[in-house]
């Protein structure tokens, strides 16, 4: 076992992941500090944790020099946009958070001999030619794409972490996350399912982009930490797959939400946006053999929760 973790630093802290990561530490004892330039992260997501004298927020960019009094024991990196919709809207800002950002923490982590874990993703294997994807398939990236700002961050966020692992010792983790979904992801991001259960509740037309039969496999976001906290604390570098292998089309997925929810939608097709994987289904042997890890939340009971969340949050956006 690792050495105890007393005080770690959440970059993106109050994004949708990097928040209920702050709540998974704090739970395990850990004081937090939480850096987050509140881009595509909300305050409301950690407003829970203001009280707490073991947590601490910063509204701050972690492009930017880092600086941290007192001791670390672990940097988890997850500041970044991440839904297709920001590829387009942020690109320079996943591109520098993704490079600079990664730089500014990997020489944080070295500093204070602190454990880093990377939040990549399974964009790194692009468009995939090998399906499901295991960590030993290298992938297939249009770097000049609109995705490859964000495929090609992460890409050399992994390359930089493993860099400063084997030239400066730093104590590396990576973690590729696959689709995830839950409470905290924002109703407006641009993703498949936010966009599907919002318009679903609102009896919208559910928009399925082409034909909606590509692929996704989908997690419930406690999966993951449950995956996120297993690696940190264990002696595997990685990159290790956190994903589910159920594999679902867009247009089951989207009939799934409006079944769930209830709704009287109807799904209606959209021109699909370039470059857009046709199949992506996490190979998570390798979280299993190494972290005795699964998915355990049924897709159908992690969408009911989300559908909960989301109309809680759509009824207090429209009587604000
Ligand atoms: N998608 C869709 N309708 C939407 C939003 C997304 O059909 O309103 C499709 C998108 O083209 C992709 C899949 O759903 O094929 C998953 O998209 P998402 O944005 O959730 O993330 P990705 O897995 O592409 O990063």
């Known amino acids: ?58 509204h701050y960019d972690v492009t930017n020099y880092l600086h941290v009094a007192g001791e670390l024991d672990a940097i988890l990196h997850f500041a970044s946009p991440a839904s297709p919709a920001d590829f387009e809207r942020l690109p320079i800002q996943i591109l520098k958070v993704g490079s600079l950002g990664t730089h500014k923490a990997l020489g944080l982590a070295k500093a204070k001999g602190a454990r880093f874990l990377l939040a990549s993703t399974s964009e790194c294997y692009g468009d995939p030619e090998v399906n499901p994807q295991p960590e030993t398939y290298w992938g297939n990236v249009n770097p000049v794409g609109v995705r490859g700002v964000y495929d090609e961050a992460k890409r050399f966020a992994e390359a930089m972490a493993m860099a400063y692992h084997r030239h400066h010792g730093v104590d590396v983790r990576i973690v590729r996350i696959f689709n995830t979904f839950g409470p905290r992801m924002q109703v407006d991001d641009g993703r498949a399912i936010p966009n599907f259960i919002r318009q ?9 982009y082409g034909d909606g039969c590509q692929t996704r496999s989908i997690q419930y976001v406690d999966d993951l930490v449950e995956g996120i906290w297993r690696l940190l604390n264990c002696e595997y570098v990685g990159p290790v797959n956190i994903g589910s292998h159920n594999e679902i089309t867009m247009y089951e997925l989207a009939r799934t939400i409006i079944r769930l929810a209830e709704s009287s939608s109807q799904i209606v097709n959209r021109p699909l946006p370039p470059d857009d994987p046709k199949v992506r289904r996490a190979d998570n042997s ?9 998915p355990r939340v049924p897709p159908e009971e992690g969408l009911r929760r989300t559908i909960e969340y989301f109309r809680a949050e759509l009824a207090r956006s429209s009587s604000a």
Not at 19 to 40: F, I, K, M, Q
Not at 200 to 208: G, K, L, Q
Not at 287 to 294: F, G, I, P, R, T
């Open 1 to 58: 076992m690792a050495r105890r973790l007393e005080r770690a630093l959440v970059t993106g802290g109050a994004g949708f992941i990097g928040s209920h990561l702050c709540d998974r530490l704090l739970a395990e004892g850990c004081r937090v500090l939480a850096y987050d330039n509140l881009l595509t992260g909300r305050m409301e997501n950690i407003q829970h944790l203001l009280g707490d004298p073991r947590f601490d927020f910063e």
């Open 200 to 208: 679903a509740i609102r009896s919208e037309d559910v928009t399925v």
């Open 286 to 294: 390798l979280a299993k053999e190494v972290l005795d890890w699964e």
